[in-house]
């Protein structure tokens, strides 16, 4: 009796874990929380320890202005080979954003235009098309290919921390403002990453890894210069 009594407890209690697990889930899937109003970052700050962030200016010296930016009204060209361009709103262009937890970039796309295949480690990324029509996609941990055209109005969001890309499917320029849950996304361009390291990695680990002759990694190495 007494030990069935003591099982019951112990399960409503699991259950209890359980529930309340559910309801409060613990938020480290993103930048953390701040612990003041606000901590406007310097960047640039010689000798500065280093912290999960940027240290904060002192708060008394703190304007308007810290809160401000023009950065994405940049007019951008897209002559480069992607056909492709983008300004990035996030705490090395925009010290007030942080330790909030937020970014924004915008894109734009020459017809054909490429955002190549690229993972931000540290965020979610939401895509809203804001002129033309992009092709988005992205690869899930099983293999599985997930994608969407996405028109001008229109949102895709991409998993945290899955490759994926943008590709301009339509005859004219496209654009797309896209939000991050980090001051600073990071980004690992696939080609670049395994192909344009410094120092290289070993030609022998990608013709393995790629199923080519060395010769062929020496020919794609070639284009990162
Ligand atoms: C942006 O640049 C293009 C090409 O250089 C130019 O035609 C256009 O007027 C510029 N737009 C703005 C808003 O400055
Ligand atoms: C992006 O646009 C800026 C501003 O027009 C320009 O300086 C830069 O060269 C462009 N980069 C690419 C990759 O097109």
């Known amino acids: 009796m ?26 480290a899937a993103y930048d953390p929380e701040p612990n003041q109003d606000f901590c406007v970052a310097i960047p640039d700050s010689p000798n500065s320890i280093s912290i999960n962030g940027f240290p904060c200016k002192p708060s008394s010296s ?68 804001t002129e033309g029509q992009l092709l988005v996609g992205f690869v899930a941990t099983d293999g599985r290919y997930f994608s969407k055209v996405v028109g001008a109005g229109e949102l895709f969001v991409i998993p945290m921390g899955l490759m994926h890309f943008q590709y301009n499917v339509g005859e004219v320029t496209a654009a797309a403002t896209v939000a991050f849950n980090s001051q600073l996304p990071g980004t690992v361009i696939a080609a670049r990453s395994l192909f344009g390291s410094k120092p290289a990695v070993p030609d022998v680990v990608l013709s393995e890894a790629f199923g080519v002759e060395e010769e062929v990694v020496k020919q794609i190495r070639a284009k990162f210069g």
């Open 62 to 129: 703190v304007t308007s202005d810290d809160f401000f930016s023009t950065i994405l009204s940049i007019n951008l060209t897209t002559n480069d080979r992607f056909g492709a361009n983008a300004s990035f709103a996030d705490v090395l262009s925009f010290p007030g954003l942080n330790t909030l937890g937020i970014s924004l970039v915008r894109v734009v796309f020459a017809p054909a235009g490429l955002v190549q295949p690229h993972t931000h480690p540290c965020a979610t990324e939401l895509v809203f098309v």
């Open 2 to 27: 007494k030990m069935s009594s003591h099982h019951y407890l112990s399960q409503s209690l699991l259950l209890l874990l359980l529930h309340s697990s559910l309801l409060f889930p613990p938020t």
